[in-house]
Structures are given as structure tokens and as C-alpha cells.
T-cell receptor
Framework: QQQVKQSPQSLIVQKGGISIINCAYE??????FPWYQQFPGKGPALLIA?????SEKKEGRFTISFNKSAKQFSLHIMDSQPGDSATYFC???????????FGKGTSLLVTP | ETGVTQTPRHLVMGMTNKKSLKCEQH?????MYWYKQSAKKPLELMFV???????ENNSVPSRFSPECPNSSHLFLHLHTLQPEDSALYLC???????????FGPGTRLLVL
């Protein structure tokens, strides 16, 4: 059973636009929600992460919005650039667990 | 570079072969992980080692055998694999099993 559901599977955004990727979860024991970015030929790299005690976290052009009651969180990429073209994975883990439960990924293409 | 290296980067093997994947981390971390990444599926955690002790085995078939001789090195021994085992195998490490995971570039495995 997939613990974290991610959408959309793919996304095309024009340069300068806003990219939005959504994730949903069911396990209320999850308390850590990272986003990873993966370029072709590379492993995933941590982009930004959030814990449930805050509703939003911003780092540069990247923002995580977290809705604890809805059990949803999303990644917003402002002023999207062609260099942002990559696959993005959301993930979640429990306070006492080892595993990062990943979404299936979103392939983002930012067109010039 | 993330400080996690993996060799080889590409591997083609027959179903009767025996091969090994190697991972090395130069970050002084204590926990190391093996993940399997298949197309259109979430990253799957296979094994976790914390302070060289295996702490999790997510029902991985016995044809995959991990080895962690020290906290800097992790191996995945492969034997009698199946074509459906073809995937990108990613190694990751973290300071502690609850901390941010840093991924290597992966080994692209093709089983014929």
C-alpha cells in the first residue's frame, strides 16, 4: 500500500511560472516531510523539508505548504527556471521509523 | 557531489551471474541504506544499517544480500537475479537514522 500519493505525474510550466506539486498521506504518525530533487544520472538530493509544527517553509524560490488537518503538503516553485527541470519526490517518515516513504515522483519540465 | 559514491555506475548481468554493488560514504555518517528505484514506482527501501548493524530488511528476496563491513562501506551482493530486478539501485547515508539522507548517483542494473 502506497503511503504517500503524489500528483501530478508530470508537469510542464513556462519559464517564470509557478510549479505546484501535491502530496497526500494517511499515516498520522508521519512527522517529517522532505522533498527531493533528482536530475538525470544523479541520485535524489534533499531540496527542502518541513515538520508538522509549521504550516509553511520557504527557502529561496521553493516553498512547502503543509495542511495537517487535510494530511496534505505541497511544493511550490516560484519563478520556475529551465534549470529546475527534474523529477521531484515528496516523502514522509515517522518519528520512530527508519524508512522514508516516497511518492512516485513528478517529472517537471520548465520550457524557455 | 554528495559525498556518497557508488560503483559501478552501470552493470549488465545474466540471471546466473554473481556481482556486487559498492557504496562508500565520506561524510562520517553512521547509517547507510540501499534503495531500489524502478520506473513509475516509488523509491523502495531495501536495507538499513545503523552503526554497521542491520536494522531493517523490507522483505527483500534472498537473492539480494547486503554487507556492511564498517560505517563507511556498504555492499549489495547479487546472485541469480531476475529481469524484473533491473532498476537503479541507490545508496544513501545519514548521520543518524532520523536525519537527512544523502544519496549516491546510483548503479543502473540491467538483468538479461
Amino acid at each position: 500500500q502506497q503511503q504517500v500519493k503524489q500528483s501530478p505525474q508530470s508537469l510542464i510550466v513556462q519559464k517564470g511560472g509557478i510549479s505546484i506539486i501535491n502530496c497526500a498521506y494517511e499515516n498520522t504518525a508521519f512527522d517529517y516531510f522532505p522533498w527531493y530533487q533528482q536530475f538525470p544520472g544523479k541520485g535524489p538530493a534533499l531540496l527542502i523539508a518541513i515538520r508538522p509544527d509549521v504550516s509553511e517553509k520557504k527557502e529561496g524560490r521553493f516553498t512547502i505548504s503543509f495542511n495537517k488537518s487535510a494530511k496534505q503538503f505541497s511544493l511550490h516553485i516560484m519563478d520556475s527556471q529551465p534549470g529546475d527541470s527534474a523529477t521531484y519526490f515528496c516523502a514522509a517518515s515517522e518519528k520512530s521509523g527508519y524508512a522514508l516513504n516516497f511518492g512516485k515522483g513528478t517529472s517537471l519540465l520548465v520550457t524557455p | 557531489e554528495t559525498g556518497v559514491t557508488q560503483t559501478p555506475r552501470h552493470l549488465v548481468m545474466g540471471m546466473t551471474n554473481k556481482k556486487s554493488l559498492k557504496c562508500e560514504q565520506h561524510l562520517g555518517h553512521n547509517a547507510m541504506y540501499w534503495y531500489k528505484q524502478s520506473a513509475k514506482k516509488p523509491l523502495e527501501l531495501m536495507f538499513v544499517y545503523n552503526f554497521k548493524e542491520q536494522t531493517e530488511n523490507n522483505s527483500v528476496p534472498s537473492r539480494f544480500s547486503p554487507e556492511c563491513p564498517n560505517s563507511s562501506h556498504l555492499f549489495l551482493h547479487l546472485h541469480t537475479l531476475q529481469p524484473e530486478d533491473s532498476a537503479l539501485y541507490l545508496c544513501a547515508s545519514s548521520q543518524d537514522w532520523k536525519e537527512t539522507q544523502y544519496f549516491g548517483p546510483g548503479t543502473r542494473l540491467l538483468v538479461l
